[in-house]
């Protein structure tokens, strides 16, 4: 009966002699047991507190810029602030409105239909525009705005001018925006970036 327990006994004490030489607390080498991952993973002198402020992402948008100004500052902004992401946004100008004789074929006929506009008692300055070389218009007026156009076009009806039409003449985009994102310490970064760039204005994006 004593030597049973004696050798349980021997036995525990095997076991727990090979947990702690597994789980490498005897100072083993060996790769891939815990202790070893651990200090593999942990780097003191790479570890550095940053406070929630840092972590925190921002957005800003420079406006006022030409498109191709905008263009040129894309790539300076990219090349100095590589930690923020730059987004280039054209913005179109507002289209315009133009009361107009469009398709005539040539210019003899253009003017010949001017002699009938005339006519009619139309004495406004009257523009000839070739869109294409075998296509010439009559163009009345150039509104911004959409009911202008068409009351002018109405006074022309009501002179016996069937022919005239509403063309809608879409803007070149001219103007341009740089969205700017990243962390909350490129905040202070941004004034000497936009240094030296006239008439550009700095605003929170309206969507974060």
């Known amino acids: 009966m004593a030597a049973l327990r004696l050798a349980c006994l021997l036995l525990v004490l095997a076991n727990l002699l090979f947990f702690v030489w597994s789980q490498g607390y ?6 891939g047991r815990e202790p070893l991952r651990l200090s593999a993973q942990l780097v003191p002198e790479k570890l ?3 406070a929630p402020e840092q972590l925190r992402e921002i957005c800003r948008l420079a406006s006022g810029l030409r498109t191709d100004q ?3 500052l894309l790539a300076d902004w990219k090349a100095r ?38 006519a009619l008692g139309v004495r406004s300055e009257v523009s000839f ?7 010439v218009a009559l163009i009345f007026a150039t509104f911004r705005n959409e009911a202008g156009a068409r009351e002018y076009l109405t006074g022309l009806e009501r002179r016996g001018i069937r022919s005239a039409r509403l063309l809608l003449q879409h803007s070149i985009a001219t ?3 740089i969205e700017i994102r990243g962390p909350a310490a490129l905040q202070d970064r941004l004034p000497d970036l936009l240094a030296g760039v006239s008439d550009l204005t700095l605003t929170e994006c309206a969507t974060p």
Not at 26 to 31: Q, V
């Open 175 to 177: 103007e341009a925006q």
């Open 70 to 72: 905008g263009e040129h």
């Open 129 to 135: 525009v070739s869109p294409s070389p075998d296509q």
């Open 26 to 31: 005897l100072g083993s080498t060996t790769s």
């Open 81 to 118: 602030l590589p930690e923020a992401i730059f987004k280039l946004v054209t913005l179109e100008g507002a289209p315009m409105y133009q009361v107009a004789i469009p398709g005539l074929p040539s210019r003899a006929v253009a003017e010949s239909k001017l002699a009938e506009v005339r």
């Open 48 to 50: 550095r507190l940053v």
